[in-house]
């Protein structure tokens, strides 16, 4: 009878026992949640500053002296994208890759479309993936 007796408060504090551990999770998550917004933000700006960092030592590293571009969207100038010796940043700074600048007019009216052809890993991608890189810097 003792031994039935010690094993019944046994199961009974083990139930107890997952019950207060259950609350105290529950508490532990809801104040870490709360903490999300907050998180959410400081993420977004170490993301933000590392890119920012990121591109400035290219920028300062570089063999070949970066300029900032000139943006316009006017009737005089031209709608679109006219790029001249443009050079994929990324590519650029990888060691025994000779990169050739590129001139790149995406002008609106000038031209309707392009095609790009060339063999396989002849540099099609790079070529368009420079835009884009060229862009987000500028």
């Given amino acids: ?14 139930l107890e026992y997952d019950k207060y551990q259950r609350d105290v999770v529950k508490q532990a998550m809801s104040v870490a949640s709360s903490y999300a917004p907050l998180v959410d933000r ?24 970066y300029c900032r571009p000139t943006l316009t969207d006017s009737d005089e100038d031209g709608h679109g994208i006219c790029l001249k010796e443009a050079r994929h940043p990324c590519v650029e700074r ?27 890993m002849g540099g099609k991608s790079t070529y368009i993936r420079s835009v884009g890189a060229i862009v987000t810097l500028a």
Avoid at 1 to 14: E, F, I
Avoid at 42 to 65: H, K, T
């Fill in 1 to 14: 009878p003792a031994l039935k007796k010690l094993a019944s408060q046994k199961v009974d504090l083990d």
């Fill in 42 to 65: 400081v993420r977004r700006s170490v993301a933000i500053l590392d890119a920012v960092a990121a591109m400035a030592q290219l920028a300062v590293n570089s063999p070949e002296m």
């Fill in 94 to 120: 990888q060691d025994n890759v000779d990169f050739i600048a590129n001139d790149i007019d995406l002008t609106l009216g000038k031209k309707r479309c392009w095609l790009v052809t060339g063999p396989n």
